[in-house]
């Protein structure tokens, strides 16, 4: 059974930068594709980010590219997501997810994900 810690959450001003982590145990992390999701009060939990087992595919939603990165390092069964730039509409619920590879493919979807996080507050004041 995989399970996944997020860290790295916090209160910042707008324009300012986090780093989310997201420390995977009970799995074979190199197979996994990984992603971020996101929920604001009221809203279904969002895409926000994946990446493929080899890190070679990435993919992103529209409203975060050029501002987010995201990222896994095997070695520390870690993946994580550089957030620059903030504004008020990334504040949310960010969440980690992980599923067994298909090749390079990504998901988008949530349902396309098995095992989640319990998730790590990200709050940007204007």
């Known amino acids: 059974q995989v399970q996944l810690v997020e860290s790295g959450g916090g209160s910042v001003q707008a324009g300012a930068s986090l780093k989310l982590s997201c420390v995977a145990s009970?799995?074979?992390?190199?197979?996994?594709?990984m992603g971020w999701f996101r929920r604001t009060p009221g809203k279904e939990r969002e895409f926000v980010a994946g990446?493929?087992?080899?890190?070679?595919?990435?993919a992103y939603t529209n409203s975060v590219k050029g501002r987010f990165t995201i990222s896994k390092d095997n070695a520390k069964n870690t993946m994580y997501l550089q957030m620059n730039n903030l504004n008020s509409a990334d504040t949310a619920v960010y969440y980690c997810a992980a599923v067994p590879a298909t090749r390079g493919y990504v998901g988008i979807q949530e349902t396309e994900y098995d095992y989640w996080g319990q998730g790590t507050q990200v709050t940007v004041s204007s």
């Open positions: 990446i493929s087992w080899s890190a070679g595919n990435t």
């Open positions: 009970g799995g074979t992390f190199t197979f996994y594709t």
